[in-house]
């Protein structure tokens, strides 16, 4: 979709009132005004914790808020029916659904099963700290509230590589199953990244493929959703992701736009995953985010011109969804990588006012959260949204020669209504030279972003000489 944007349709801290589907259903057609053309939703399934559960401690893939499971029938945010009569109305307003899949782990076994097992470290899972014991395992999952329906398939301890808890003794080790091994092509962190929470899939059985695969399908047909954005991918074996879609695309005939979380700042990382699927879905832009990080951590001296260095969309712009922040990365999660207010505005603009990747907007930097102390960024959004659809078009110009203040600009074409320049400063206000297209000489510019009154007038060779406030971001386009 061209200049498609994507929104990250919640935050970590949603009140857990069960009416999130319903606030969103009547933000669609603002949404579609704003331009938005995508949006992800947060896992629409029963998770362990019930009511405050965000759906990443998934129990029953099943459950969209259907039946009495973990002590309520609706999710976190809503019931089954609300879920689909919001997809419904976000298709009316030409708004793809991305669904978010939680593979890796299952939570809130119904039982326990004795299984051998073996103590393993944490820093390094391939080394046993312990002789192999009978373990209590919390491993299987029959749901009993769902009485089966939509599907039969049990889950039991052969499902699964380990656990992280002895129920027999009370002791929190990690521990691999006798006769199971961790999956191989998953992250090297801690020796093999497999093991991250709950009782963990075992992505070569191939009983928990096909049901996988099966689920998929169901999931397609229940919903109707466009597109998947994928948990925890570090922890998986690649390959599975690429057979997964394949299968899915075959039987239905669908795009099926999918991303991954695959969190790690190493570009050769994110490459190499992407290789492993033969670049079938796009992964999250984690170095771009560290970028931003550091950027707005230094104090004016990271070097500007390097700002999208070693970054996914530098090497992989098709396959690059860039975001500013998001759900983990809010204060008081595991990834913490909280980006200061001051770079927001310029973070955005990076990603929303360049044409290359697919950038997400986070719900918490659109809509604010006042009791967590996140501010609204929404008007500033908006601006570049507007100026996405219906300027941002042409032949790409990047002046990227300053540490301090960097630039770039659209020619438009030629259209004498399309076009702009972008500048961005690090430290103090400044201007830069840059080029818009020689169908605007002598034609008057404007910041899209408001930080200036004034006028820039563009020269017969279709250059202009543009102002930027120190710290912040202006967006110039035809008046």
């Known amino acids: 979709m061209k200049n498609g944007v994507m929104l990250q349709g919640f935050e970590w801290y949603l009140p857990s009132d069960g009416k999130h589907w319903e606030r969103l259903r009547k933000q669609a057609k603002n949404l579609q005004k704003a331009g938005f053309t995508a949006i992800w939703l947060p896992p629409a399934y029963k998770g ?54 939680v593979f890796n782990h299952k ?39 769902r009485h089966d329906k939509y599907s039969s398939f049990h889950w039991h301890h052969q499902h699964f590589d380990g ?40 992505f070569d059985n191939q009983e928990v493929i096909q049901e996988l695969k099966d689920y998929g399908m169901w999931y397609l047909n229940m919903t109707k959703v466009d597109g998947f954005r994928m948990d925890a991918c570090k922890h998986i074996r690649a390959t599975f992701f690429k057979d997964w879609l394949d299968y899915l695309r075959q039987n239905t005939n669908k795009e099926l736009f999918t991303v991954g979380e695959y969190w790690s700042a190493d570009i050769n990382e994110l490459s190499d995953f992407l290789n492993d699927n033969e670049f079938k879905l796009s992964l999250f832009d984690v170095s771009l985010h560290y970028n931003f990080f550091a950027l707005n951590n230094a104090n004016g001296n990271f070097d500007m011109r390097n700002i999208f260095a070693n970054s996914l969309v530098e090497r992989y712009p098709l396959n690059a969804v860039t975001f500013v922040e998001n759900h983990d990365t809010q204060k008081g999660q595991a990834l913490q990588t909280v980006i200061a207010d001051w770079f927001k505005p310029i973070a955005y603009g990076l990603i929303l006012l360049r044409t290359s990747g697919y950038p997400c907007v986070f719900y918490g930097d659109y809509y604010g959260n006042e009791a967590m102390g996140m501010k609204s960024f929404k008007k500033i959004i908006d601006k570049m949204l507007l100026v996405r659809r219906t300027k941002l078009e042409g032949q790409e110009y990047n002046y990227f020669d300053d540490s301090d203040v960097i630039g770039w600009s659209y020619d438009g074409y030629g259209q004498d209504d399309k076009g702009c320049a972008i500048i961005i400063s690090d430290r103090y206000d400044a201007s830069k030279y840059m080029y818009v297209g020689k169908q605007h000489a002598n034609k008057q510019f404007v910041d899209a972003l408001g930080h200036f009154r004034k006028t820039v007038v563009i ?13 912040s971001i202006s967006c110039w386009i035809v008046k």
């Open 163 to 202: 656990v992280d808890f002895d129920n027999r003794t009370k002791k929190h080790n990690i521990y691999v199953f006798d006769g199971e091994t961790w999956d191989n092509n998953v992250d090297d962190e801690n020796g093999n990244y497999d093991y991250l929470m709950g009782a963990d899939l075992d």
């Open 459 to 471: 020269n017969n060779d279709g250059w202009g000489n543009f102002m930027v406030k120190g710290g």
């Open 107 to 145: 939570m809130g076994a119904d039982g326990v099963e004795m299984v051998d097992a073996t103590p393993v470290a944490g820093d390094n899972r391939n080394i046993a700290i312990g002789q192999e014991e009978s373990i209590e395992a919390w491993t299987l999952f029959d749901f009993p509230g």
């Open 48 to 101: 362990n914790g019930g009511i405050n559960d965000t759906g990443y401690g998934a129990y029953d893939l099943y459950d969209l808020g259907e039946f009495d499971q973990k002590g309520t029938i609706c999710t976190k945010y809503g019931t089954k029916d609300e879920y689909l009569a919001l997809i419904d109305q976000l298709h009316k307003c030409n708004i793809d659904v991305y669904a978010d899949m």
